[in-house]
Every structure is written in structure tokens, then in C-alpha cells.
């Protein structure tokens, strides 16, 4: 066995069966921007790709039907999307000398930082396949990035929305909740926004925004969700990306920038309708540890004990016209 290389254990399956559960636990609040996908696992054994297929709608005919005559058979069409699987891992080394003479558990300290960074990892992986869609709104309708002098106004959410229903776009109408694992639950229509924290002042300051624990019922809010305006639902994550001093001039409209008087940062929130990316990963194998005890490998003195955390899936935008990445500035 290659030495180092955390890719087995003599763990008892109950004690490795409780890191994982940690692992899982401790990569969950990082997990934002793939909760709104399609979620297609592959089974082990099935390929190293998933093929997202989508059929295409035929086209209105408005003729009629002639006396008697039977209309020609048509077919429909579909489209395949192929994403491949690929992993990302990340170990840890404890020596002897740790175990021995740290209080602390520390092997679980060690799969504790692994479930952060993994998390943390997955997550940005996603944001950044959804930031590549070309459909993009900049607050205040403007042509460019360098002309982007505002913060998220009503007159923005309205246009977005009339864009993404004018490409029939669908609400989400149901969704996972970290607490119960895969099965759906139903919620109010309306689409998904993913923006950064510093854009939650600017939030609550439109008309009509409606904060989570003003909700009919609060309890229905998924995690990090901070509100709603209209149609939109809105969570926030310091993981929203953020292109610093690239906007129009931040001084006299009070925006946050960077760079004292030069331009200011960018803010690109996700708006999310109903299909428009797909997330799979192998079944088993989305996020799992790997712990190697002291003795195991090139380990002859019992030395050293090596934990592992490895993600296998992947990502794809399936329909561009479903999502749109709002560029804005936010208030200082």
C-alpha cells in the first residue's frame, strides 16, 4: 500500500460510521449554492457521468384540421447534457506525540476542520459553475460593470422577474432541508436569491421586504434565509462573490468600496429559477472520511495517524436562461 495515501481504515464501522455523520454535519452550513439544483446521484457501478436530458417543447400549430384527414405523426426532441464526476480531497496528519498528550479529542477536531474546508470547497465549486451563466442584470439596467453606481432597488427584482418569466422560467415550489436529508418539502412559489451578507441592510431597506421572523410561519425559513420581497426568497452567505472596485464611482452615492475613492465593489447575487443547474454525486461516496490509525502504511514506529475527508460529484448549468446573476453595489 502507497504510503501516506488515507484510503482505508481498521476502524469499527460504527466509530467510522460517527466521523462521517460529523464530517456531514460539520460541511452542511457551507452548503448554500447546491441547494437549488437538480439532484441526480449515480449509482456505484453507473459510469463516471450523469447525463442530464431535458425534452424540448414542439411548436404551436394553428392550423386546422381538414375534414377527415388525420394530422402527420411528430416527434418530440430532447436535449443531453453530460457532466463528469470528479473529486476533491483534503487530509491531516496527527502524531503520536498529539494524541498523547492533547486533552482534546483530537481526531475528531481534525475531521471537524476537514468537514469546514470540504464544505466551504463544494460550495464554491457550485457558485462559481452558476457564475459562468452569460444571463446577467446590472442594478439600475445599466450597460456595464463600470456604470453600476447602486444598491439592489424594487425596479431590479421587478425586471428580473419579468426576464425570467418572459423565458417561462418556474418558481420553485418545494425543497431539501438539511434536516431531512433528501425528501422535499413543499413551500410558497417564488424563486431563490443567494446573495452576500453585506447586502442584507440593503435588503430590509426595500419596500415591502419581508424579514424571516415576520413569516406567517418562521419555522418554514430554510437555513441562512434572512427574508422576501414579491417573488423572491433571499439567503445570505459571506461565499456570495464579491469583485472588488470594479463598479462606477462609490463616493457620491454611498456605496461600499475597496479602494478609498476609486470604484465601487461588485456584488454578484444568484437568482435562481426551478432547473436551472443540475448537482450530482456518487452514492456513498458525495463526502466521506478516511482514517488511517498509527502502524497503517509507512508506519513502522506508530507515529503518525492520518485523517482524510474526499467529495466526489458534479456540477452544470442545464438551462442559462433560468438563472440570472444580478451585479449591484451595496450601501456602505
Known amino acids: 500500500m502507497a504510503a501516506g495515501i488515507a484510503t482505508t481504515t481498521t476502524l469499527p464501522p460504527a466509530t467510522l460510521a460517527f466521523y462521517d455523520r460529523n464530517l456531514i454535519k460539520r460541511a452542511t452550513p457551507y452548503l448554500t449554492h447546491n441547494k437549488f439544483g437538480q439532484k441526480r446521484p449515480i449509482p456505484?457501478?453507473?459510469?463516471?457521468?450523469?447525463?442530464?436530458?431535458?425534452?424540448?417543447?414542439?411548436?404551436?400549430?394553428?392550423?386546422?384540421?381538414?375534414e377527415g384527414i388525420t394530422p402527420p405523426i411528430e416527434s418530440i426532441t430532447?436535449?443531453?447534457?453530460?457532466?463528469?464526476?470528479?473529486?476533491?480531497?483534503?487530509?491531516?496528519?496527527?502524531?503520536?506525540?498529539?494524541?498523547?498528550?492533547?486533552?482534546?479529542?483530537?481526531?475528531?477536531?481534525?475531521?471537524?476542520?476537514?468537514?469546514e474546508v470540504m464544505g466551504e470547497t463544494i460550495d464554491e465549486i457550485v457558485r462559481d459553475v452558476i457564475l459562468g451563466c452569460p444571463s446577467i442584470y446590472r442594478a439600475g439596467n445599466v450597460a456595464g460593470r463600470i456604470?453600476?453606481?447602486?444598491?439592489?432597488?424594487?425596479?431590479?427584482?421587478?425586471?428580473?422577474?419579468?426576464?425570467?418569466?418572459?423565458?417561462?422560467?418556474?418558481?420553485f415550489t418545494e425543497i431539501i432541508r438539511a434536516q431531512t436529508g433528501f425528501n422535499t418539502s413543499p413551500i410558497a412559489p417564488a424563486f431563490w436569491a443567494i446573495c452576500h451578507t453585506d447586502t442584507i441592510m440593503d435588503l430590509r431597506a426595500l419596500s415591502g421586504f419581508i424579514q424571516v421572523q415576520n413569516y406567517p410561519n418562521p419555522a418554514d425559513a430554510v437555513e441562512n434565509e434572512v427574508g422576501s420581497w414579491g417573488n423572491f426568497r433571499f439567503i445570505a452567505t459571506t461565499k456570495s462573490k464579491i469583485l472588488p472596485d470594479l463598479g462606477g464611482t462609490a463616493v457620491t452615492n454611498a456605496l461600499k468600496y475597496t479602494t478609498a475613492n476609486t470604484a465601487c465593489d461588485i456584488y454578484q447575487t444568484i437568482i435562481l429559477a426551478k432547473d436551472a443547474y443540475g448537482y450530482s454525486d456518487l452514492a456513498g461516496e458525495g463526502l466521506r472520511t478516511?482514517?488511517?490509525?498509527?502502524?497503517?502504511?509507512?508506519?513502522?514506529?506508530?507515529?503518525?495517524?492520518?485523517?482524510?475527508?474526499?467529495?466526489?460529484?458534479?456540477?452544470?448549468?442545464?438551462?442559462?436562461?433560468?438563472?440570472?446573476?444580478f451585479e449591484h453595489g451595496v450601501k456602505a
Do not use: H
Open 78 to 115: 430532447k436535449t443531453d447534457l453530460i457532466a463528469q464526476l470528479q473529486q476533491w480531497g483534503r487530509r491531516l496528519g496527527i502524531t503520536d506525540m498529539v494524541e498523547f498528550t492533547n486533552p482534546d479529542p483530537v481526531i475528531t477536531e481534525n475531521v471537524d476542520i476537514l468537514g
Open 147 to 171: 456604470n453600476i453606481i447602486t444598491a439592489p432597488a424594487t425596479t431590479d427584482f421587478t425586471r428580473i422577474e419579468r426576464s425570467l418569466k418572459g423565458a417561462n422560467a418556474k418558481y
Open 44 to 66: 456505484k457501478g453507473g459510469g463516471t457521468q450523469i447525463k442530464f436530458r431535458k425534452y424540448n417543447a414542439i411548436a404551436v400549430n394553428k392550423t386546422p384540421l381538414g
Open 290 to 325: 478516511f482514517i488511517k490509525k498509527k502502524g497503517e502504511g509507512d508506519d513502522d514506529l506508530e507515529q503518525r495517524t492520518r485523517v482524510g475527508a474526499k467529495a466526489t460529484f458534479t456540477c452544470r448549468m442545464l438551462t442559462d436562461a433560468f438563472c440570472t446573476i
